[in-house]
């Protein structure tokens, strides 16, 4: 009984010093909320739209003017000009007023007639390639959908068919925006960093004062943390994705089963570094040089297939990058949790054996002055 009251005391002990220091409680609470806004408000534009375009309408026929009608429907491009005059299409693009030149030929009737492929131009500024991409996307197909429309009304025509539509459907962002594809990566490295900086920093704030942990102590702590960053992980898994409409909730229990698994092994890697800090303001040298590197080693920024193969091995042996592809396939994906097995068996593994020597450490070695 005894042993249980010492770890509720140390259980609520532990809020308590969170709350009376504002840089821990700032670390801990306020920046979990501050970056479930900061991060996707960055990124609400994510998708271009409305981009402006200039028709080049040689023919001015019945089936240019079909065509016509259906890029005005498209929401990715808006029709700045209609002209017959290409050079004059081409100055409007060169002076930043259009970002692409849709040309259909005097002859373009007369092609599809004979069953010709070919003939209407598509020419695309290529100083931002997002917007490259969506006014090609947009303009694709609508040019199909008219010429599949116009194609079924000439009878002599028995061979011709507009090329095979190829649907890109991405793997999990399925909104193919940036944000969308950003922030699902980054929400598992914010719990990662903020608990990394906030118990460091805790810790080490009661190792300048001779702190040696109890059994009860060390747990109580460590339970303490760990209900924070289950919470938060829930918040941002949960709400942020919901309020920001980003996909979610595909595998939703194995979510359930792995943030217990993941929090628990960042809780014992920070616990082993802040054992080897004599100040709080240590913590903060160790976020500066590891928030950037840990997201790019994560597969996300850059693909794994594309860096050296020593670099591949570091990558995957961090607990970042196992928990940031763990939750991007649960939560955006939706795997079978089967299938991230070997990664939970990873995470539990690295976390127990950091928890052991993390315990020692606090326990056995004083804090050098």
Not at 238 to 260: A, C, E, I, K, Q
Not at 308 to 327: D, E, V
């Amino acid at each position: 009984m005894k042993s249980k009251a010492n770890f509720w005391n140390a259980y609520c002990q532990t809020f308590k010093d969170i709350v009376k220091n504002s840089s821990i409680f700032t670390t801990f609470i306020l920046s979990v909320i501050f970056y479930s806004f900061f991060y996707p408000t960055a990124y609400k534009a994510e998708h271009a739209e409305a981009l402006p375009i200039v028709i080049v309408d040689e023919e001015q026929s019945l089936v240019s003017n079909q065509i016509i009608d259906q890029v005005s429907k498209s929401p990715n491009v808006v029709i700045t000009s209609i002209t017959g005059n290409f050079a004059e299409a081409e100055l409007m693009v060169k002076s930043h007023q259009a970002d692409g030149i849709l040309l259909l030929p005097n002859n373009l009737s007369n092609s599809l007639r004979r069953g010709e492929t070919g003939g209407i131009g598509l020419y695309l500024s290529a100083a931002n390639f997002l917007v490259t991409q969506k006014i090609g996307l947009g303009l694709a197909a609508s040019i199909e959908n008219a010429l599949a429309i116009q194609a079924e009304k000439f009878a002599n025509i028995s061979e011709f068919s507009p090329a095979i539509s190829i649907h890109q459907i991405p793997l999990f962002n399925t909104l193919s925006g940036y944000g969308s594809y950003v922030f699902p990566a980054v929400a598992p490295l914010i719990i990662h960093q903020t608990i990394l900086l906030g118990l460091c920093m805790l810790i080490a704030t009661y190792r300048e004062k001779l702190w040696r942990p109890t059994p009860s102590q060390f747990w109580g702590l460590f339970s303490a943390i760990f209900t924070i960053g289950c919470l938060g992980c829930l918040y941002l898994f949960g709400f942020t994705f919901w309020l920001y409409d980003y996909p979610h909730g595909g595998n939703f229990w194995g979510m359930l089963l792995s943030v217990p698994i993941y929090v628990s092994c960042v809780i014992a890697i920070s616990m082993f570094l802040a054992s080897f800090l004599d100040m709080p303001e240590r913590a903060g040298h160790v976020i500066v040089f590891t928030s950037i590197p840990l997201f790019l080693l994560s597969g996300t920024a850059w693909p794994h297939a594309a860096m050296p193969l020593w670099m591949q091995y570091s990558a995957n042996a961090l607990p970042s990058t196992q928990g940031i592809q763990l939750f991007i396939q649960l939560n955006q994906m939706g795997v079978p949790t089967q299938l991230v097995i070997p990664k939970l068996i990873y995470l539990a593994s690295i976390g127990a054996i950091f928890l052991i020597l993390s315990f020692y450490r606090l326990k056995s070695t004083p804090i050098k002055s």
